[in-house]
């Protein structure tokens, strides 16, 4: 089973600022890596796929990098809309299809 | 505009029995593999099951293989998950999710697009 770890566990970040978060695979996922953006109470929306193709209607601000076992989800200038946990999945491997443990970006 | 709407939710007793639905709506429900994917309160997200579009190939999660049954009726746009010997570490948001395959540079992968919103299902005496 592939293990995916995200870091940090909490970002605290600014409006208009950028934020950074990472996603780390036990072993190479290639370029098969999803981002999703689950906010409270609302079921999971996909924004990144293929490490770094946004999903369709997934604002520029939103950028994905990365390949192998390391991947980044930036997003260039936060706005109030973007608090929310983040989620990497691969789907490179599987079954099982393995998420990390989200990542949970607050305002400052 | 894709919609999965979940049912089926709700409590029972440790050792009982729950069967989930999901309705697909607005895309070919039978072209497509569906999923079931779970969250506990306040956790992550876990993936529990898979099946292909024709039911052909079917798979699931360690943690409940043996108790749970994922099935279609594509005649129905219909997606259950049936989930026998409930356990307390079962209580969790349920979501149906579709996904989607897409081919780049010669090779094809399939990923998870579309969420429902999801059902509670509380298993405690």
């Known amino acids: 089973e592939i293990v995916m770890t995200q870091s940090p566990a909490t970002l605290s970040v600014s409006p208009g600022e950028r934020a950074t978060l990472s996603c780390r695979a036990s072993q190479s996922v290639s370029s098969n890596l999803a981002w999703y953006q689950q906010k409270p109470g609302q079921a999971p929306r996909l924004l990144i796929y293929g490490a770094s193709t946004r999903a369709t209607g997934i604002p520029a601000r939103f950028s994905g990098s990365g390949s192998g076992t390391e991947f980044t989800l930036t997003i260039s200038s936060l706005q109030s809309e973007d608090f929310a946990v983040y989620y990497c999945q691969q789907y490179n491997n599987w079954p099982p299809k393995t998420f990390g443990q989200g990542t949970r970006l607050e305002i400052k | 505009e894709v919609q999965l709407v979940e049912s089926g939710g709700g409590l029972v007793k440790p050792g009982g029995s729950l069967r989930l639905s999901c309705a697909a709506s607005?895309?070919?429900?039978?072209?497509?593999?569906m999923n079931w994917v779970r969250q506990a309160p306040g956790k992550g997200l876990e993936w529990v099951s898979s099946?292909?579009?024709?039911?052909?190939?079917?798979y699931y999660a360690d943690s409940v293989k043996g108790r749970f049954t994922i099935s279609r009726d594509n005649a129905k746009n219909s997606l259950y998950l049936q989930m026998n010997s409930l356990r307390a570490e079962d209580t969790a948001v349920y979501y149906c999710?579709?996904?989607?395959?897409?081919?780049?540079?010669?090779?094809?992968?399939?990923?998870?697009?579309?969420w429902g919103q999801g059902t509670l299902v509380t298993v405690s005496s």
């Open positions: 999710a579709r996904d989607w395959r897409y081919c780049s540079g010669g090779s094809c992968y399939t990923l998870t697009d579309y």
């Open positions: 607005g895309f070919t429900f039978s072209s497509y593999s």
């Open positions: 099946i292909s579009s024709s039911s052909s190939y079917i």
